[in-house]
């Protein structure tokens, strides 16, 4: 089986993953929230900081040289990784939230007015929602939703070209891979049909970027984002891929050093490039890490990784449906590795907190989906996301525990 195949190969490179909670071995089953790093990406952090590091972009001394090459070369890798044609599209943020946030700002602040529409859809996170409604009011454009249908959280997207012709939609941003509902949502098709009616493009690639291959020519984005640490690399460190035209005459978000070429007590010029949105000293380690990260799972293949996932997330779809009282959220069938579900009336951190005692992670609350979760009738939901070192016997633990919870819950 595929999937075993890759954790049979792979698992043991993750040492946090061999342990035991409250007496039993980990089954590590949160990785929509972060995923777990292997010992290469650990060990280089920590060469890192013993053998090169210092300041970036500043000294002219050995060190800032070896950790500036450092850190440029993570730029390269990223650019590699998204298929991008030139490292200056690649700009280092916080993570996702922190690239919505810049493109919200910078590009929103330049774009859009009164009469403008950003149009997103009722499955974002709050992290590719907040933003929109702030943009909105900063500006007087005006934020609408695609709907979202069923615990299916099915978008008609054959309706995108009624919705843009003929009305003022600047920017469609939208998740690749929701991360309550686990669809995956036709990235190319949809960017296709927003290049056609001169509509901007967001990507959150939160949860696809280290799960599926990701490539921003063939997906034909303008903005994509995602978080090193949902791809194996570490907490702090994202890329923001922009479209090169368009990060052309975008201003900066943050001014401070690093970013400017000249400054007067009066005014100030921006470098070029990806420096101008990189105010102050980056994460140089974060950076450094998120390219081993970046490394390794080329190395494995995200074509089978995104396999494995695919496999994971039928399979525990499968399995906990047969349990009386469950409601799962998304597809049935084309899913990525997320599945999200209500057993009977346990509320999801009861449950959560249950499987913890026998060493399930799971995550339990509304995923940063609140107005999602309120749309279905529901206040939280339990989640288990899965990633290319989980088996299919940890399926069956969690399939075992949830039986458990059900009697002991009284479902
Ligand atoms: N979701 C989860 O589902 P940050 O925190 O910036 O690294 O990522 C934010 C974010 C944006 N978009 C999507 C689709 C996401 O899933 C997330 C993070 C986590 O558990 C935390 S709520």
């Not at 101008?276 to 998120?290: D, K, Y």
Request: net charge negative.
């Amino acid at each position: 089986m595929a999937t075993d195949l890759l954790a049979c190969t792979h698992r043991g490179d993750f040492p946090v993953l061999d342990q035991k909670v409250n007496g039993s071995p980990l089954v590590y089953l949160d990785n929509a929230a972060s995923t777990q790093h292997p010992a290469c990406v650990i060990d280089e952090i920590a060469r890192y900081y013993r053998e090169d590091h210092a300041n970036v972009h500043r000294g002219i001394h050995a060190l800032s040289s070896r950790a500036t090459k450092l850190y440029e070369d993570a730029r390269a890798c990223a650019a590699r990784f998204l298929g991008a044609d030139s490292n200056d599209s690649i700009i280092f943020t916080r993570g996702t939230t922190e690239g919505i946030n810049l493109v919200a700002s910078s590009w929103g602040t330049e774009h859009l007015g009164p009469g403008d529409i950003i149009l997103i859809t009722e499955m974002e996170h709050h992290a590719n929602l907040i933003p929109w409604q702030m943009a909105a009011r900063r500006t007087g454009a005006t934020l609408q939703y695609l709907p979202v249908h069923g615990d299916e959280g099915i978008i008609d997207w054959s309706l995108l070209d009624r919705r843009f012709k003929g009305s003022p939609v600047r920017l469609l941003a939208f998740t690749h891979v929701s991360n309550s509902l686990g669809c995956i949502n036709p990235v190319s098709q949809i960017c296709a049909e927003a290049r056609r009616n001169g509509v901007i493009t967001l990507v959150d690639a939160a949860q696809s970027a280290g799960h599926a291959p990701v490539n921003v020519q063939e997906l034909g984005c303008d903005f994509l984002v995602f978080s090193g640490h949902k791809c194996c690399g570490p907490t702090g460190i994202g890329v923001l891929y922009g479209n090169p035209e368009l990060l052309a005459d975008l201003a900066p978000y943050q001014f401070g050093g690093e970013m400017i070429s000249s400054v007067t007590y009066e005014s100030a010029q921006w470098k070029s490039g990806p420096h101008r949105f990189e105010a102050g000293t980056p994460h140089i380690a974060g950076a450094v890490g998120l390219a081993t990260a970046l490394d390794y799972l080329d190395k494995i293949g995200r074509p089978a990784i995104q396999t494995s996932d695919h496999h994971l997330g039928r399979l525990a779809y499968e399995r906990l449906s047969t349990l009386p009282g469950m409601r799962i959220l998304g597809p049935k069938t084309e899913r990525a590795g997320i599945v999200s579900f209500q057993l009977g009336t346990i509320h999801a951190h009861d449950l959560v907190a249950y499987a913890d005692q026998f060493g399930i992670a799971m995550r339990g609350g509304h995923h940063c989906n609140q107005p999602l979760m309120r749309k279905l009738g529901l206040h939280a939901t339990a989640r288990a996301s899965f990633y290319f070192y989980n088996t299919e016997s940890e399926i069956d633990r969690l399939v075992d525990v949830l039986h458990r919870a059900s009697r002991y819950f009284g479902v």
